[in-house]
């Protein structure tokens, strides 16, 4: 396999393989997929699916006997599934099941259920992995059953029954939640359950008693089309009923600040005149919550990526996203001070959050009510923040509580003897870090509010 | 016997029978439940649904579709 500049997560797959030329994502088709290429194209499963949004469109190239050459409609930002709120990855793994369902309706099987074939775009999960279809074989099992569970139902019963946090497994365990450890994880009461029984305790039991007995025998088994449909329904049903226990003490978090409705008002008009001058198309929220502020402008912008390291306000973005079909809009859970890093093979299979952030290039960065948290709760010194914002901002709009502020006084309390550390938190410091790293175009002290907003730009 | 990349795990492709027979009783009962609350006239309802159902919908396909993408 003559592999020009392969993707580097892009290997597994002896069917064809994925790479980047002049910024457009193509991929090649290997002679060993070109009956199954040939029947998706010619049968219109392929059309279908772009049809109705559910796979990444792709234009055919180039077609000889050696490769096949398709270009995939370019994603300008990808999600890792360790990145999505609980309701995002909800999303994706019933996503997965409705394809698997439609596959086996038209005669082919998805060969892999990784969570990692599909991102989000134009406000919804899609798939992208076009060789992920093989033929279906009457009568035999889902070769992608296991990973299925490995990938999207392991980690959401674990969300489900011990908060959101266990999402971010997946960056750790690259292929899925191993069987065992869910079953060992998962509260006593699921073995009452039988959906759950069947599907990660005994399934867990089995693992280990074939791992035992292998003796390089492969027994065959047979499961009827309806039997697996039976499966794929019942997941799915499973679910799609399945919700977060928890609450957020981010929940009411525009009540709990110190401001009035007009301030809240004063910001966004700020804000509002201050994106109109930069027109961008790209934006990326640090801090956003519930998306609300991006909401708020007045200018049509192509892609908004609102990140949040609170899940349930990313859920809470996602599903307004949903019910107004919004298309630019990408909620995404990011911690700021640990964004994602670099992992797999060789440690570049899957990109780091900031250097696909500074592929994205975003044209502006809103970073409100985020730099005191930062400061003060992650003991960040201004001058690192500054290198931080200047490492992918080109326009950055950030908004600085003064220490008067009331969240200011309360984290500052919290400090209590170490309170004199952080006599460097004023709004002076603060301009004379960040203008190491850009310039500052305007100054605008919100009304009613100890808060100012900064519109910067990055030095050359 | 078709290639694959991964290992499926030979206990994953055996116990899906008896998975499925599983799947196939709850399907059966919630059905029925279904049933029955429709006929009873209690029937919840549908909370503002962010996730549709499973029917991805099959619209006419024409016969030409290989050069028009």
């Known amino acids: 396999m003559n592999a020009k500049n392969a993707h580097s997560s892009s290997f597994r797959d002896p069917s064809g393989y994925v790479f980047i030329e002049d910024g457009d994502i193509k991929r090649v088709v290997n002679p060993v997929y070109f009956k199954q290429y040939q029947a998706l194209k010619e049968s219109g499963f392929y059309c279908e699916l772009f049809k109705n949004e559910i796979l990444i469109p792709h234009k055919e190239l180039s077609n000889t006997d050696k490769e096949i050459i398709i270009k995939a409609e370019k994603i300008p930002f990808v999600t890792y599934p360790y990145e999505w709120s609980f309701n995002m990855y909800k999303e994706a793994a019933l996503l997965t099941l409705k394809l698997q369902k439609y596959s086996l309706e038209h005669g082919f099987s998805l060969k892999d259920a990784s969570a990692f074939n599909i991102t989000f775009y134009k406000g919804k999960a899609i798939f992208m992995d076009t060789l992920s279809f093989d033929f279906y074989i009457d009568n035999s099992p889902w070769r992608a059953y296991k990973q299925f569970i490995t990938h999207f139902f392991g980690p959401l019963l674990l969300a489900h029954y011990h908060g959101a946090n266990q999402l971010k497994l997946l960056s750790n365990f690259i292929d899925g939640i191993p069987v065992k450890m869910l079953s060992s994880m998962l509260p006593f009461k699921t073995k009452l359950n039988p959906l759950l029984y069947t599907n990660i305790h005994l399934l867990a039991k089995l693992e280990d008693k074939h791992n035992e007995d292998y003796k390089g025998e492969t027994k065959e088994a047979t499961l009827s089309k309806k039997g697996q449909l039976n499966i794929i329904e019942s997941l799915y049903s499973y679910i799609k009923n399945l919700e977060l226990k928890e609450k957020s003490e981010w929940g009411n978090y525009y009540n709990k600040t110190n401001y009035t409705d007009d301030a809240f008002i004063k910001k966004s008009r700020i804000i509002n005149s201050w994106v109109n001058t930069i027109s961008p198309k790209s934006l990326i929220d640090i801090g956003g919550n519930d998306g609300t502020f991006v909401r708020k402008l007045d200018r049509a912008i192509e892609t908004a990526l609102v990140c949040d390291i609170d899940n349930n306000a990313v859920d809470f973005n996602h599903k307004t996203m949903k019910m107004n079909k919004e298309q630019y809009m990408l909620p995404l859970v990011l911690d700021v001070l640990n964004p994602s890093a670099a992992i797999g093979l060789n440690n570049s299979e899957r990109d780091s959050f900031l250097n696909r952030i500074k592929a994205f290039a975003p044209d502006v960065t809103l970073a409100l009510a985020v730099i005191h948290h930062m400061s003060l709760s992650g003991n960040v010194p201004f001058s690192q923040s500054a290198k931080f914002f200047g490492s992918f901002s080109k326009y950055l709009i950030i908004e600085f509580p003064k220490r008067s502020d009331s969240w200011v006084q309360r984290l500052l309390n919290n400090k209590v003897d170490f309170r004199d550390y952080f006599e460097f938190y004023n709004i002076e410091n603060f301009k004379k870090c960040y203008l190491e790293y850009f310039n500052i175009l305007d100054e605008v002290s919100i009304f009613d509010s100890h808060r100012v907003l900064f519109l910067m730009e990055k030095k050359c | ?69």
Do not use: C, W
């Open chain 2, 1 to 69: 016997m078709i290639s694959l990349y991964f290992d499926p795990g030979l206990g994953a492709m055996i116990i899906q029978t008896i998975i499925a027979a599983v799947a196939g009783v709850i399907l059966f009962s919630k059905n029925l439940m279904h049933k029955i609350k429709l006929f009873l006239g209690i029937s919840k309802a549908n909370k503002d649904d962010v996730f549709d159902d499973i029917e991805i919908k099959d619209s006419d396909i024409e016969n030409n579709n290989s050069s028009e993408r």
